[in-house]
Nanobody
């Protein structure tokens, strides 16, 4: 199984970025997909998740209204559209895939089975 995250970069405060997570080696349409981020010296935090059919999405409070998670099962790819980026959004962003995430555990990293390598987002003020 491989999850390849891409799309990170260096932007200015208020700019937008779109992250992609291309999956291979798994039946993508049966996995919940999540995005997490980790800033230097901090723990890995939940950002957003989307159910396997795409009908249910979840967001951390800090990104709700600015970020949008989506998926295209036919392309085995998940996306994270990030608008109105702030310096505090700077981090390495990781995508993750989880097969059996029950109830409200979508924000818990240990429930995810596979992880991508991360893509760096820097936001300057």
């Amino acid at each position: 199984v491989q999850l390849q995250a891409s799309g990170g970069g260096s932007v200015q405060d208020g700019d937008s970025l779109r992250l992609s997570c291309a999956a291979s080696g798994l039946t993508f349409s049966t996995y919940t997909m999540g995005w997490f981020r980790q800033a230097p010296g901090k723990e890995r935090d939940f950002v957003a998740a989307i159910s396997w059919r795409g009908g249910i999405t979840y967001y951390a409070g800090s990104v709700k209204g600015r970020f949008t998670i989506s998926r295209e099962n036919a392309e085995s790819t998940a996306y994270l559209q990030m608008n109105c980026l702030k310096p505090e959004d700077a981090a390495v962003y990781y995508c993750a895939a989880g097969r059996s995430i029950a109830g409200g555990n979508y924000y818990v990293a240990r429930w995810y089975d596979y992880w991508g390598q991360g893509t760096l987002v820097t936001v300057s003020s």
